[in-house]
DNA sequence: CATGTCATGACAATCATTCTCAACAATGAT
DNA sequence: ATCATTGTTGAGAATGATTGTCATGACATG
């Protein structure tokens, strides 16, 4: 009941060459970039039925709007560079003990959560405030 | 440079009684219902000056809008009941740790981190699953 | 009270996301 | 291959939260 069309084709695999969160409308314009016209109605519809179905990972800026990454399966968090955007999947059980423990000890049950690192990458921050010659 | 007007004195005092997240909407609403008239951009302003000062705590739900709440000052995170908005603080000394370490590991710096529970409470549970007499 | 600013609010403008629905196309059967 | 079925697409309208505009209003101080 999933079928193949060119548009999810063509979506699918942008996203696996696509190191980087990106939002519905910049996937559109790549497509649209790459030759590959896709309605933006079908690059939300597409994107969002791939993130339920663990597909793709949905990460939402500060002004809340959402990007989107083609992700290992199963459930994990990220850092981000804030500067160039490169992520890198992070297993971090630690959170995951600690959710727990503060689920238990509140008394809360079906507890789900959310964390996310950003910060600056070497490579940004080398670019950014210098190399180590000093100031 | 910050005066104080009717308007913000109100929505002070609405957010000193408010003990969970609300939409800027929301707020407006209720300062209306309490008779209180105050622009809707006001209470926008207002909400994000008071974010920004570290005055209120900004939380986005699954669709990007954001909430406020009246919290201690300082970091710190939160568990939220998923059907009440009854809201727990968390001091989460564990998440600081995992943040810091993360970023030393992967040689990441300036990193901030955000990190938030949502669960249902156990008033909730009973009052949705039913009490402990069995199925 | 006068006066200088900052603050307010009604309304327009943005902008991401969702909705609508007629035209289309993937799939499986004939 | 042809066809019927039914999920899919896309252009544009609609939604809804947030932001911008700017003339008018109201703190705070002398
Ligand atoms: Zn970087
Ligand atoms: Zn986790
Ligand atoms: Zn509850
Ligand atoms: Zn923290």
């Known amino acids: ?51 339920e179905a663990g597909d793709v990972d949905v990460l939402r800026i500060e002004d809340g709007e959402a990007l989107y990454r083609r992700c290992a399966r199963g459930h994990h968090h990220h850092l981000v560079c804030r500067e160039c955007g490169k ?3 992070l297993a971090g059980e ?20 959310t964390a996310e690192l950003v910060g600056t990458c070497r490579e940004c921050a080398t670019r950014i405030y210098g190399g180590g010659t000093g100031a």
Chains 1, 2 share one sequence.
């Open 1 to 51: 009941m999933q079928r193949m069309t060119r548009q999810r084709t063509a979506l699918a695999d942008l996203l696996d060459g696509t190191p980087d969160f990106r939002s519905a409308q910049q996937l559109h314009q790549m497509l649209k970039d790459a030759g590959q016209n896709v309605g933006l109605a079908t690059v939300y519809r597409t994107v969002q039925a791939m993130a």
């Open 87 to 89: 992520t890198v999947e």
């Open 94 to 113: 630690a959170v995951e003990r600690w959710a727990s423990r503060i689920a238990h000890e509140h008394d809360f049950v079906d507890v789900d959560h």
